[in-house]
């Protein structure tokens, strides 16, 4: 049984000519300057019209790749009992383990198996009038079975935020804006994520669900997929496969750059497909995110040429979106983990009470 697709609409290409593959974009072409370059012009028609490419060029040695894949598979290698040690439940940060089936997409089970990680930072101390979402900041879990874990995440935090970082500023110059115009909105103390993810092989016949159609809620989300196939983005033409690339980043729009510049660019419906039986899937996505300090998603004044082009965010009364940084991702959080939820966030409605009712009074964009 297929993922079933979400009812709102995927974005609408400039050009009505099917999509066959994902482009590809070299970061090293887009320099580290202010100067807008042809090249600028194809990533932001690129971001547009679909979303979603592969980003080569981005520096990170092939061997750091090759090392974090491999302790990601020591891992989810372990005994249940190892892995259950750091369950995401057991905290209020949204950090820890989940096993299959224990994070939600769009009220239905993902197949799938993985740790979420964050910026190591402490909790922020809480009193009665401490909005919920400051527990989205706090420390990781660390399994005690695999002490080598720890530094080669954190690395990979640092590493892959600087990669992030870059490819925001050539987007901000395709745009013609400066490249420091959301330095403020991605500050210090970070508020970037990351998972380590394994999708284990599903019998014909059953939910193929590895993760539901949806969209992420960052600025940018940079992907890498070992050699098994799954990814699909959603086009006018239907859902196109995304093949793995070796040491390439899948990377997509997240809608918090969809507020940022009015549905001038826009996030993109996507999800995984379970592998066959006795086939394994594992991957490493990192969430570019905004600062919980800067508390609103700025909106830039981008140039009329541009600006007429822009169709505002996309309305979907199944995901609200506001343009509050803390409100909107700890919306998205409670939505996928129901158990941290329900211990840590019993004050806020869950899912099944309709989820544009769950922040009335929070300015909507």
Known sequence: MSATAPTFHPVSPSSHAPVNALPVINLAELGDGVQHTPAHARLARIARDIGFFYLEGHGIESAQ????????????????EAKQGIAIHQTRHFRGYTGVGGEITRLQPDLREQIDFGEELPAVETGPDTPSWWGLQGPNQWPDALPALQ???????????????????????????????????????????????????????????????????????????????????QTPQGWLDVPPRKNAFVVNIGEMLELATNGYLRANVHRVLSPRPGVSRYSIAYFFSPSLHAQEVPLLDLPPHLAQQARGPESDPHNPLFTHIGTNALKGRIRSHLDVAQRFYTDIPQPSERVQGLYAGVRKP
């Open 65 to 80: 790749i090759a090392q974090l894949e491999d302790i990601s598979r020591q891992f989810f290698a372990l005994p249940a």
């Open 151 to 233: 530094p080669q995440i954190l690395s990979w935090l640092e590493h892959t935020r600087d990669v992030a970082q870059r490819l925001l500023q050539a987007f901000l110059v395709a745009l013609e804006q400066p490249a420091t115009a959301l330095n403020r909105l991605v500050a210090p103390p970070h508020n970037h994520r990351m998972k380590i993810i394994h999708y284990p092989g599903q019998a014909q016949g059953q939910s193929d669900q590895g993760v539901g159609a949806h969209k992420d809620g960052g600025l940018l989300t940079l992907l890498l997929q070992d050699e098994v196939g799954g990814l699909q983005v």
